[in-house]
Structure formats: C-alpha cells, structure tokens
C-alpha cells in the first residue's frame, strides 16, 4: 500500500514563504502524475498544484503566480514552494497522486497568520 509523507509545514507571516515536500513509498513514475491538495477548516479539500510525469503543471485559480510545484526523480520527492503567503492558505496540505489514490497521508499544517 502505497504511502505518502508530507512536510515542511508551519507558521509563517502573511506574505511569507514556505516549502513543503512530499515523499513515497512507491516511485513516483508509477503514478501518472504527483500532486499537492489542502483542506481548509471547514472546508472540502481541494486541488492546489498538479506536475505530471511530462513535466506539465496546473494550478488552482487561487495559488497561480504564487506557488509552484516541482519534482525531483533522482531523490522521489515532490515539492511546492509556496510564496506571498495569505491568511486564506491556512490549511493542511497534502500529496498525493494525480488522479488521486484512497491513501492518504498525515498532511502538514500550515498557518498563515501576523
């Protein structure tokens, strides 16, 4: 069963940064694709960032010119730089493949608050 571990989360002011990083029990190019998802308090989780193995990315509306999501083959590792951090990116953050497989892992918190 394939595992996903998440981190890199925290607090940080508005207008921050942060970088999270996600790593697999399970190579990542057996996935057709990695992606980065959060839930807000309150809220359904959501999509924020997608990479597939060509190397295309895509973006919720709301994180465009702002995040950005990378991924390193050699180390099996997915990242999302995070910049011009706001309030309303409070979340737990997530990885997962993209599509989606039921397994998710234990998220990484990150607060965006002065």
């Known amino acids: 069963q394939v595992q996903f571990v998440e981190s890199g989360g925290g607090l940080v002011q508005p207008g921050g940064s942060l970088r999270l990083s996600c790593t697999s029990s399970?190579?990542?190019?057996?996935?057709?694709?990695m992606g980065w998802y959060r839930r807000a308090p309150g809220k359904q989780r959501e999509m924020v960032a997608t990479i597939r193995n060509g190397g295309s990315t895509n973006y919720a509306d709301s994180v465009k010119g702002r995040f950005t999501i990378s991924r390193d083959n050699a180390k099996n590792t997915v990242s999302l730089q995070m910049n011009s951090l706001k309030p309303e990116d409070t979340a737990v953050y997530y990885c997962n493949a993209a599509p989606v497989t039921p397994n998710w892992g234990q998220g990484t918190q990150v607060i965006v608050s002065s």
């Open positions: 399970r190579t990542f190019f057996r996935f057709p694709g």
